[in-house]
């Protein structure tokens, strides 16, 4: 049963330490999101790919965040040096190409809870 | 104006009630609408795609779209108590052209109460 996986589920980490995020998004869906969740902003969109380049990472604290796809089946989200507005619940999504006038239909892989202290 | 604005709730209904969810939108181009559910801990699970004005059914649920008005609804009919949660409204909008990407509303909160 196709689905989006992340690892690791969750991460508690101290401040200043990197923090690494893997996604393996649905095969053969060739966008990929990166979302922050928090009760405060709700769902925010950072980042996204198609065909493992990336498209807008306006979302994203540039200083600290970077995203990447060293492969088709790889996304990462890596946060260096991390803080504890940081955070937050982080989801990656993929999405397969439209049909017709439709629009990607994004499927949500469980999320990576973390925890700065 | 948020992009995409919805009524954060709680919305209680009784259960075997219709629950009703509202959605409105503020980029008029708009052409795809999505709503999700999220249970609490849990992630967005999408349920219901419309792109055409007047209503999509699926089951229980009912998507509801009006360009003219901007908004969309989800109607559950028979609503039950295993579908508490956040009902999440997302829009493709004109601008993001055909990138997949979608703008989130805030989420409803719904109760049903057996």
């Known amino acids: 049963d196709a689905r989006v996986t992340q690892t690791p589920r969750h991460k508690v980490t101290e401040m200043g330490q990197e923090v690494t995020m893997r996604c393996q998004p649905i095969?053969?869906?060739?966008?990929v999101f990166w979302y922050r969740q928090t009760m405060m902003q709700g769902l925010e969109l950072l980042a996204y790919f198609r065909n493992r380049a990336p498209l807008d990472d306006s979302g994203m604290p540039k200083d600290r965040f970077s995203a990447e796809m060293p492969d088709a089946t790889l996304a990462t989200l890596k946060i260096q040096p991390s803080e504890p507005r940081d955070s937050a619940v982080y989801f990656c999504?993929?999405?397969?190409?439209?049909?017709?006038?439709?629009?990607?239909?994004?499927?949500f892989g469980p999320g990576t809870r973390l925890t700065v202290t | 104006q948020k992009e995409v604005e919805q009524n954060s709730g709680p919305l209680s209904v009784p259960e075997g009630a219709i629950a009703s969810l509202n959605c409105t939108y503020s980029?008029?181009?708009?052409?795809?609408f999505f709503w999700y559910r999220q249970y609490s801990g849990k992630s967005p699970e999408l349920i219901m795609s419309i792109y055409s004005n007047g209503d999509k059914e699926d089951g229980r649920f009912t998507a509801q779209l009006n360009k003219a008005s901007q908004y969309v609804s989800l109607l559950i009919r028979d609503s039950q108590p295993s579908d508490s949660a956040t009902y999440l409204c997302?829009?493709?909008?004109?601008?993001?052209?055909?990138?997949?990407?979608?703008?989130f509303g805030q989420g409803t909160t719904l109760q049903v109460k057996p």
């Open positions: 980029d008029r181009g708009s052409q795809s």
């Open positions: 095969l053969g869906h060739n966008t």
């Open positions: 997302a829009v493709n909008t004109l601008g993001s052209g055909n990138t997949g990407k979608l703008i």
């Open positions: 999504a993929s999405g397969s190409p439209p049909s017709g006038p439709s629009s990607y239909e994004q499927y």
